[in-house]
């Protein structure tokens, strides 16, 4: 059976959390796991046994009928399976109308019979119902409600008075729930039922200021917070013995429960709930005595000592804290904006660092406007709030919208405070790598070699900011094929960040992640794959399964598998990463359509050209629609498509796209960028497979003398366009130079990419194809040639070659 108090999102998603807990599903406490999903599916499948679900307090039900992109209504993460049923609790008519339209039962109040039972159940000692008169004249007095008869009997049983004794407190004039009952009332229920409750409550309350201090103030400060899943951690400091003792002395008066979790965030630490009406009256009596405010700044310093801004150190205790900050941080001229907006400023930090970029993105926009408002636009906190939007931007694949809130900054720092203070800097930073996701590598180049000079002056080179900035210049390099000065920059930031930050900092991981990057875009791929293994090893570790950031490695890990040709373990990552990546970022997420780019490509390399095809040509349009027509990423796709069409004797079409792509990326990247040289590479091989030889060689020998200048005569990519043109050379007859190049070919491919790397194979049997042909004896290379069949899909038209391009950029952080 399982209890989901709707009261709101968090209680509703906390509960199904514990489900799944309950349940052992996997990856339930990892971050940015869709938690409702997760249990929806498991209960639907039937695989769970039988089960009931009771879904508590839903007396909004637009709580769960409504919702929106960013917030999906709860109604629709409800399990539907005919193992299990689902009871709906609430106290408004209306709400059961529309949440089941039938099978709707009027419960009455409890009768005498029942009340007798639960007070039965409830009373210590039980020689007191033996005062039948008396037990009869109190539940009278608590309207036979369960909540009074609880607080009632509670008392009772803490004091060791009788029956008569406590009615004669109930009764008596002086009690002060008259000073504020008239406030604590439910418009869906009698006003009588709220006023019995919060006698009883005052009862019990004056009794707890008498004999436990602390524990008056931890029920003061709780009903400042939220009322649900309380952790012992947040409450005020005090001696270990009196903490003990005043969770002791609520937990006696019935004002809190403790919460059975299935798997605590430590051993020590535990977790309570309130009852909503011991919340209201709490929270109304400090209200009457004019403490409401002076607790709720109490807990909110609390709050601001205990919530950091973002990163990962303890994030499994201080995420328990959130809700808590959301909600006191919500609560209506209580506390000042300044306050507010510092919590909320908290909390956006936080969500960003458990990749919740959405959620981040609606609370800095929040703090923003409460800043500009009560700061005006210039002041400092307000220009940390911009930043802190644009990067949210940034992070959710915004890029031109977070390009424009950077460039608003980064005008009105350099104005307020100076072009070398370091905030200035972080905000260049920030708008070179928005610039540089758009493709616009020489301007995030200047900015970033700006922003290290001015940062090494100012910070240091050892300052955490200075290796960022290192970090993020190496990748624009790495993006325009400078890779042996991007290579030495990671390195150089990679021994620095271990000695400063530690081996397992997420900025750490970025750097090694990004290095194995340079490692692979050089053909170094068992080395990228050793260190991508490393590195996500770690980050699974320290961030979790799904976070973004170990998305990216896992995706970059299976790019540099396909690479070495071992393709079935790289189209599962990458499905793997698929999936992962449509939870947690959203269908039309930049890194989303990598993946969906990247599955496609190992698709391609396996002879799925149907099943490649129609997932490039998905991925283009939402590229198309999402990032622009002219984007770096939107040409890989269309250089993609066209290769597929290519390895289906789609010649024509290919050849029209691949025009288009290399005519894009000449006016975007430049004639010497790898990718442009990729384009170049794969029309000069359609245009040589229509038998336009003519065209076709001056394309590859152009090609080829930009890839030897570029990338050097031993990388992949170079050796590619060799083996292209010797294969073109043999078809015109040209043997004695395409002897040579297959032979350049064949040893070089040994050397960077291994014996038996399909690519290898297929080279080598083209060669020896050929020099049977000629009646020659092949070059010695120790390899044993394949059956003709099994280098057909790899070789044919040499479009496996082709697929070596680097698709994909790794991910730096602020």
């Known amino acids: 059976m399982f209890w989901v108090p709707a009261i709101s999102r968090e209680t509703f998603e906390l509960a199904y959390r514990d489900i799944g ?118 539940l009278g007095l608590l309207a036979y409600l369960p909540l009074a008869i609880v607080q009632a009997t509670a008392f009772i049983n803490s004091n060791e008075i009788s029956i008569s004794d406590y009615i004669s407190l109930f009764r008596n004039p002086t009690t002060e729930v008259r000073l504020f009952s008239k406030h604590f009332e439910d418009p869906s229920r009698y006003r009588e039922t709220e006023s019995t409750i919060a006698k009883t409550w005052q009862i019990s309350f004056d009794q707890i200021l008498k004999q436990d201090r602390l524990a008056a103030d931890y029920l003061s400060f709780m009903a400042c917070i939220d009322r649900v899943n309380i952790p012992q951690s947040l409450l005020p400091l005090g001696d270990s013995l009196q903490q003990v003792e005043a969770i002791g002395t609520l937990k006696g008066y019935a004002f809190i429960t403790e919460r059975q979790r299935v798997l605590q965030q430590s051993k020590e630490e535990k977790f309570f709930d309130i009852h909503r009406l011991v919340h209201l009256a709490s929270m109304w009596w400090l209200q009457k005595h004019g403490k409401w405010t002076t607790w709720a700044n109490k807990a909110a310093v609390r709050l601001k000592e205990l919530v950091p801004y973002g990163g990962h150190e303890r994030k499994e205790v201080w995420t ?109 930073n920030n708008l070179a790598r928005a610039l540089g996701r758009q493709g616009k590598y020489e301007e995030a180049e200047s900015m970033h070699r700006q922003t290290l000079a001015t940062s090494e002056k100012v910070l240091g080179v050892e300052h955490p900011d200075t290796l960022t900035t290192i970090d993020n210049l190496a990748l624009v390099l790495d993006s325009q094929g400078k890779y042996e000065e991007a290579e030495s920059m990671y390195r150089q930031t990679l021994a620095t960040s271990e000695k400063v930050l530690g081996v397992e900092h997420p900025d750490t991981l970025t750097t090694m992640n990004n290095l194995a990057l340079v490692l692979d875009s050089q053909g170094r791929y068992k080395e990228a794959e050793s260190m991508y293994r490393q590195t996500l090893a770690t980050s ?158 001056p394309m590859y020998r152009q090609t080829l003398a930009t890839r030897e200048k570029v990338l050097g005569v031993k990388h992949p990519y170079t050796l590619t366009t060799v083996y292209g043109l010797a294969h073109l050379l043999a078809y015109r007859h040209c043997y004695d130079e395409s002897t040579a190049l297959y032979e350049r070919a064949c040893i070089g491919y040994i050397a960077t990419l291994g014996r038996d790397h399909p690519t290898t194979r297929a080279c080598h049997q083209h060669y020896s194809q050929m020099l049977s042909s000629q009646e020659q004896d092949p070059i010695d290379v120790r390899l044993e040639i394949p059956p003709s069949g099994v280098s057909r899909q790899t070789g044919k038209k040499l479009s496996l070659l082709r697929r070596l391009a680097k698709m994909s950029l790794g991910r730096s952080k602020d």
């Open 320 to 428: 328990a804290y959130l809700s808590h900050t959301i909600h006191i941080a919500g609560l209506d001229d209580t506390l000042d904006e300044t306050t507010k907006a510092s919590l909320l400023d908290r909390v956006g930090r936080c969500q960003a660092s458990l990749g919740q970029y959405s959620m981040a993105e609606t609370t800095h926009r929040q703090v923003l406007a409460s800043r500009n408002k009560s700061l005006g636009k210039e002041h400092g906190d307000t220009l940390t709030s911009m930043n802190e939007v644009g990067n949210a931007l940034r992070q959710q694949g915004k890029y031109e919208e977070a390009e424009s809130m950077y460039r608003q900054t980064l005008a009105t720092r350099e104005k307020v405070l100076g072009v070398e203070h370091p905030d200035t800097l972080t905000t260049i």
């Open 21 to 138: 807990l309950l349940l052992h599903l996997p990856g339930i406490t990892d971050n940015n796991v869709d938690i409702l999903q997760l249990v929806k599916k498991r209960l639907d499948s039937g695989n769970s046994g039988d089960w009931l679900m009771i879904i508590d307090n839903a007396d909004d039900a637009g709580l769960l009928l409504n919702g929106d992109p960013e917030s999906p209504r709860l109604g629709d993460y409800l399990p539907r399976s005919e193992r299990g049923k689902i009871i709906f609790t609430t106290r408004s008519k209306k709400a059961a109308e529309n949440l089941t339209q039938s099978n709707v039962i009027k419960l009455d109040d409890m009768d005498v019979t029942e009340a007798r039972h639960l007070m039965a159940q409830r009373l210590s000692e039980k020689a007191l119902l033996e005062d039948e008169a008396a037990v009869d004249e109190l």
């Open 540 to 697: 699974e570790k320290v961030l979790g399964v799904e976070h973004p950031d170990t998305l990216t490695t896992i995706n970059n890990l299976a790019l540099v598998l396909e690479r070495q040709g071992k393709y079935e373990e790289a189209e599962s990552m990458h499905r793997q990463t698929l999936a992962t990546r449509e939870k947690v970022l959203g269908v039309e997420h930049p890194d989303m359509l990598t993946t969906m780019n990247n599955l496609a490509l190992v698709l391609d390399s396996q002879g799925k050209y149907e099943e490649a095809e129609s997932m490039y040509r998905q991925t283009l349009a939402t590229r198309e629609k999402v990032l622009g027509v002219e984007h770096p990423d939107t040409l890989t796709t269309i250089n993609n498509l066209a290769l597929v069409l290519d390895s289906q004797g789609k010649y024509e079409e290919a050849e029209s796209m691949y025009r288009q792509t290399l005519a894009t990326r000449e006016k975007v990247l430049g004639v010497e960028h790898p990718d442009t040289l990729t384009t170049m590479d794969n029309l000069a091989g359609a245009l040589g497979r229509q038998g336009k030889y003519e065209e076709a060689e």
